[in-house]
């Protein structure tokens, strides 16, 4: 059976190479963006470099949307194989700096902006999946890649600060463990993943990995071996555990 993967937030960065990615490896992939345009352009690069997505647009918080798509891929497809939940945001990437203040430091904490970040990076993947469930279920092996952080990790918190991504992260954690553990049930296995800090538009140029290997890291050492055991569990690209 052709295998169907859907990738959230997937023009650029680390989503972007995940479709790459998967489409090397045969997979079927659905290429997601807030901006249909936007995802159109990514899927015209990727056929410059002989490989096919489906464009699609996709606003990971709204339902709406993300009921329709599922009716769409239950008519092309009638199931689906994996989903990548790697849309996220940092307000570190807002031109306008006191938006990052709100949700970074104690003096101009804003409930707010704590609560957007959770919402999109916490809550949305959990969304997704309610509404791909059905699709999961028809498929032979279903898995739920949610990209997290180590900055989620709560054992691993070493400097003061940056509320809003890193609690949403770590709400991604406990999300995607209370969903894995209802979901187990239908065969479905879903993890949380650090890509480890990659060089994208949120990772900075500094950053020590490339995309490219964060991805091809994950998709042999997690995305292969993964079984439904491991269901729940945070992993890091290179394939070992992280810690809580
Ligand atoms: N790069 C790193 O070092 C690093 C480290 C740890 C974790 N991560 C995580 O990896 C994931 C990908 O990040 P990246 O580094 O590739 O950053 P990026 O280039 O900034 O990509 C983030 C993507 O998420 C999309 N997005 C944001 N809100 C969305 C929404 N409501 N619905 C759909 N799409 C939405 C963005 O689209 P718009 O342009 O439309 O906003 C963008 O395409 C994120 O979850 C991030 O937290 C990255």
């Known amino acids: 059976m052709n295998k169907i993967a859907l990738v959230t937030g997937a023009y650029k960065g680390l989503g972007f190479e995940w479709v790459r990615q998967l489409a090397k490896d045969g997979y079927t992939v659905y290429l997601t963006a807030r901006s249909l345009e936007k995802a159109q352009k990514a899927v015209d690069q990727l056929e410059k470099e002989g490989f096919k997505a489906i464009p699609k647009a996709l606003d990971v918080t709204n339902e709406e949307e993300l009921s329709h798509l599922a009716s769409e891929i239950e008519n092309e497809y009638g199931h689906i194989d994996l989903i990548v939940n790697n849309a996220g945001i940092n307000s570190k990437d807002d031109p306008d700096k006191s938006v990052f203040m709100k949700s970074f430091r104690l003096q101009d904490l804003d409930a707010?902006?704590?609560?957007?970040?959770?919402?999109?990076?916490?809550?949305?993947?959990?969304?997704?999946?309610?509404?791909?469930?059905?699709?999961?279920e028809k498929s032979e092996k279903p898995v739920v890649?949610?990209?997290?952080?180590?900055?989620?990790?709560?054992a691993k918190k070493d400097f003061g600060g940056?509320?809003?991504?890193?609690?949403?992260?770590?709400?991604?954690?406990?999300?995607?463990?209370?969903?894995?553990?209802?979901?187990?049930?239908?065969?479905?296995?879903?993890?949380?993943?650090?890509?480890?800090?990659?060089?994208?538009?949120?990772?900075?140029?500094?950053?020590?990995?490339?995309?490219?290997?964060?991805v091809r890291s994950t998709i042999d050492k997690v995305l292969n071996t993964i079984t439904l055991e491991q269901t729940g569990e945070f992993f890091q690209w290179d394939g070992t555990p992280h810690p809580w």
């Open 162 to 214: 940056h509320y809003g991504y890193a609690t949403s992260k770590a709400a991604l954690n406990m999300m995607n463990k209370a969903m894995a553990l209802e979901i187990k049930q239908y065969g479905i296995t879903s993890i949380v993943l650090n890509p480890g800090w990659v060089q994208t538009d949120m990772g900075g140029s500094k950053a020590p990995l490339t995309a490219e290997q964060s």
């Open 112 to 136: 707010g902006e704590v609560l957007r970040h959770i919402h999109v990076n916490g809550i949305a993947p959990v969304l997704v999946v309610k509404h791909f469930k059905a699709l999961l």
């Open 145 to 154: 890649v949610n990209i997290s952080s180590w900055l989620g990790s709560i």
